[in-house]
């Protein structure tokens, strides 16, 4: 069993746009996940709040065991405004690796093993958005699908805790 010490390192990122509206839920997320205090006091669960995912993230997924994206998505046919989505991200050896000015969260795992060695589990966890327009509060659907948002994330977490603890 590893000590509390030994724990793997957790990755949460948290992006979008806040003038927006509901693109704003990855930075809105993230902010509520680092005002939890067994989140805030946790040294290995570092949470970072971007606009676009960038190329220079990639050493701090290649490092971590467990990385979590968050992300408003764009609402689809048969998907309710809200409604929480979650995408595991594995790696695709044939997948070829080039990086631009921004990166999917796929892009970002497949430079980060393929270049930097890391191996890290890694999802997407978003709600269904209402609104891309210009703007800078959620709206109601968004808004009220975070608390099930959170409770996932923070199950998340504390499910790979217990993996680690375990093996």
């Known amino acids: ?17 806040p003038l ?4 704003a839920l990855g930075l809105i997320a993230a902010e509520r996940l680092s005002a939890i205090p067994a989140i805030e006091s946790d ?3 570092e949470i970072i709040k971007c606009h676009q995912l960038m190329p220079e993230l990639a050493e701090k997924i290649a490092n971590s065991s467990l990385v979590i994206f968050i992300d408003a998505a764009a609402a ?3 998907k309710i405004p809200g409604s929480l989505h979650i995408a595991e991200i594995a790696f695709d050896p044939h997948s ?10 796929a892009e970002l795992i497949s430079f980060s093993v393929a270049l930097l060695g890391g191996s890290p589990k890694a999802m997407v966890v978003s709600l269904t958005a209402a609104s891309f327009d210009f703007g800078e509060t959620l709206t109601d659907a968004v808004q009220k699908g ?14 790979f805790r ?6």
């Open 20 to 23: 927006r509206s509901d693109d």
């Open 76 to 78: 689809s046919e048969g």
């Open 1 to 17: 069993m590893k000590s509390k010490d030994a724990l793997e390192k957790v990755l949460i990122v948290g992006y979008g746009n």
């Open 146 to 159: 975070i608390p099930t948002l959170i409770k996932f994330i923070t199950t998340q977490i504390g499910s």
């Open 43 to 45: 040294s290995s669960i």
């Open 96 to 105: 070829s690796v080039t990086l631009g000015h921004h990166c999917t969260p």
């Open 162 to 167: 217990q993996r680690d603890c375990e093996g």
